[in-house]
């Protein structure tokens, strides 16, 4: 077996691996990417809608700031994120989104002037200011009190994902595609690389480092309709899991967005709802208002998912022969319009659906989108167990999200998360040497051989694909938007004779080169084990925390569930993951808990709510200079980030006093 050794490791060449691997490379570190395809064709080129930064040029968007979009993201995360990393997450965005502009990203631009929008279905027009003109434009997304998703067009992840690798490959960063990553090397105690595989000539490769970064992405594709692509599977939480020692965080935590096309699943921006499309039931009735009289459409994309399947249930969907759906109605936004600013959609309603959405409207239905669950991180991204091991965009659970990821705030995490968890991967690097015994790698690379083995020369009788198509049907009947104790109680057991099942999987083609046969089969046992931490932690969580919703426990509860679930596997022949939970410390919060301003308000307070709330007056008191947003937070909760993105970030309209909605 080949042994590559190197400094940092990254595997995942989507936006969030590539930035970290910047950053590492940057440092004069020796970088190396692993990825399943060439990096361009990763899933965060798909993005369409855009990535949140509260840059605050746009008039819609004056008065935003750090503060504002934590606010947001606390809120939408249904107070199940970690406030630290929310903090460090905003207060770096506006950096990022600079960033990006000086590495070539075409962002759409601010014109000075009138321009008509649509708000809440009705034309408004909009007068930017003259000292904005030419600076970085941003639209409404649901969940936010401001406009503030940077964007270029509908077809963000692709500049952003092109401009970061073009980077990566003008600083000679090597990236190694069709290598899969498929186990970790570790001791129990220190991660030293990976095993991966070659998915054209077989061979199997380990590569050793000080440092191995996680950033493989979601695991959508547990689900049987998903707006992800076909590699996002969850192998990189597998990697973890099967460590046996490292813990994946809040897997139960899996988002639907809202308009996905009928039937294929590919999706349609929340751009398209924060341009002022609305969504109508079969009589062509507006009915979000109805629910959500405040946010409307714009309630986060959880609210507004479960609102839709209310509606449906109540018999106002339109039959098709696929279920019934809802509509997507974009022809108020004009042909101008779209034709500029949501093209993207425009093509994949003409080339999937066979309509123009200038004139029609677009069947949808909510559709399995986004990991809020991945593997388990400190703040500064390395697994608390496995030192050397860190993890960063959607593969991990940093935690920024919660139980609810705000649309424009994945895309931000992801390059957000690279650029500081890069910094602490180059510390570590730094400050680490490579120490490991050469039959450690063997033995790991042994392992792979062993199964590989088993699946070529066995006489095994299962079927890798049946056993996947099971587990995704499994997945979306029984783990789906609204969740109940019976359901999931089915879904685990038949997840679990899956994985039985799973050992005696046996193969028609017997090629240890290219063989997407035996992609599969080595994919689904760990696909199985992923989807069992998600049904599990359901099962076991019984409240209603914003995606996790369970029919039969409503309440959103702070008294017993304000934690994170960390599933870990307990060894190899195990069935089931083992969960265990870790507080959120109330008394450690800058925004206690608290009305979303959307959805039901049924929470179940926590003992130390109140008590805290109390501290933060007592503590605001005091405060010599409460004007001052960054004293104060720094006295509520003050949180470390590399030195370098520390410095406050600058607002054109810093001294101006805004008040209210400017829109007239
Ligand atoms: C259709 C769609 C539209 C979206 N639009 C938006 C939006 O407008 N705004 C927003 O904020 N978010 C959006 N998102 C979410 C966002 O795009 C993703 O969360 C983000 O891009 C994920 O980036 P990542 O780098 O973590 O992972 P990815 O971009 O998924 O990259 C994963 C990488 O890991 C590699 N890999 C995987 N497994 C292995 C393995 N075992 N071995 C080696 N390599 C491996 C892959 O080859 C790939 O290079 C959207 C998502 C979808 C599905």
Redesign the pocket.
Known sequence: MKIIYTDSLV????????RVAIASKERGLDTIV????P?K????????????ASLANTVSGMGDNEDVHFQDTVKGSDWGCDQNVARMFTHCAPKAVRELAHWGVPWSRVSQGDREVIVNAQKVTLTEAKEAHGLINARDFGGTQKWR?C?TADG??HSL?YAVDNRAISMGIPVHER????KIIHDGKRCHGVI?RCLITGEIRAYVAKSTTI????Y?RIYEV????I???G??QA?ALETGVATLGNMEAVQFHPTAIVPVG??T???CRGDGGVLRDKDGYRFMPDYEPDKKELASRDVVSRRMTEHMRKGKGVNSPYGPHLWLDITLLGQKHIDTNLREVKEICQHFLGIDPVTEWIPVRPTQ??SMGGIRTKPNGESPQLSGLFS????ACWDMHGFNRL????????VVG?MIIGQYVADFCEHTSLNIDTQLIESFGQQIDAEINQLIDGNGTEKAITLKQEMQKIMMDYVGIFRNGAQLDQAVKALSELLMRSHNIGLTCKKRHANPELVDALRVKRMLKVALTVACGANARTESRGAHSREDYPERNDRDWLNRTLSSWPDENALLPTLTYEAIDVMGMELPPGYRGYGINNAIAHPDTQKRQQQIEQILTELNNPSDRHAKQAALMPYELPDQFKPANQRLFDNVDVKGDTAK
């Not at 595997?11 to 590539?18: F, P, S």
């Open positions: 595997v995942g060449a989507g936006l969030a691996g590539l692993l990825s399943l395809i990096a064709r990763s899933h965060s080129v798909a993005a369409q809608g855009g990535m949140q998703t964007y963000t992840g994902l290598m899969e990553a498929l991966a950033a493989t992405g979601g959508g998903s707006t992800n692509a590699i996002c599977e192998i990189g990697l590919i999706l921006t929340e751009g989108h986004y960063v965009g959607e593969a649309g424009g705030n994945s895309l931000a995490e992801a690279g």
